[in-house]
T-cell receptor, first 115, second 110 residues
């Protein structure tokens, strides 16, 4: 069984540019999460999809971030325009169980550097 | 909202010693507490978890304890090995999302 995959693995962009990150969850997992780790700090929740619906987007930092999950399969996270403080590692995770708590399987992350 | 505090931020032990990492949480409604291990350059991976109706769980050299009254939980690694070196994250879960602690960088010296 393939795990969670993310693309690209690394992205270096200039301030003001746009970047789109992609996540492919484990097949059959309805729950998809985005997290971010900035500057070696804790991993912070961004948002949670159940199928194609946004269940919780309380962690999205501002309106420069847009997440989509059309069709309930893969998800994209767009940052437009990027700022220096957006640099970090963006992780995607998926799971079968949500509210009661179940293992979330993480992708390898996308390291975003904004210069 | 939920807040998770994790200590220590760094921990260095000799191979064979035990390591203990402690976390506290603020939301008494959190009901699931996983621990993730992240090796350098790799993805976080679940190593053990505990639900709020259980006080202790053990899996070989790893154990987790939970004190619901005090709202704290701990990870215990016995007989540490160099391959245990990594960053360890505790988390509390309510309604699906993981709220992570700040992470503990564990270094096991041979």
């Amino acid at each position: 069984e393939a795990g969670v995959t993310q693309f690209p693995s690394h992205s270096v962009i200039e301030k003001g540019q746009t970047v789109t990150l992609r996540c492919d969850p484990i097949s059959g997992h309805d729950n998809l999460y985005w997290y971010r780790r900035v500057m070696g700090k804790e991993i912070k929740f961004l948002l949670h999809f159940v199928k194609e619906s946004k269940q919780d987007e309380s962690g999205m930092p501002n309106n420069r971030f847009l997440a989509e999950r059309t069709g309930g399969t893969y998800s994209t996270l767009k940052v437009q325009p990027a700022e220096l403080e957006d640099s970090g590692v963006y992780f995607c995770a998926s799971s079968q169980v949500s509210a009661s708590g179940g293992e979330q399987y993480f992708g390898p992350g996308t390291r975003l550097t904004v210069t | 909202g939920e807040n998770v505090e994790q200590h220590p931020s760094t921990l260095s032990v000799q191979e064979g010693d035990s390591a203990v990492i402690k976390c506290t949480y603020s939301d008494s409604a959190s009901n699931y507490f996983p621990w993730y291990k992240q090796e350098l350059g790799k993805r976080p991976q679940l190593i053990i978890d505990i639900r709020s109706n259980v006080g202790e769980k053990k899996d070989q050299r790893i154990a987790v304890t939970l004190n619901k009254t005090a709202k704290h939980f701990s990870l215990h690694i016995t007989e540490t090995q160099p391959e245990d070196s990594a960053v360890y994250f505790c988390a509390a879960v309510r309604w699906g999302k993981l709220i992570f602690g700040q992470g503990t960088e564990l270094s096991v010296k041979p």
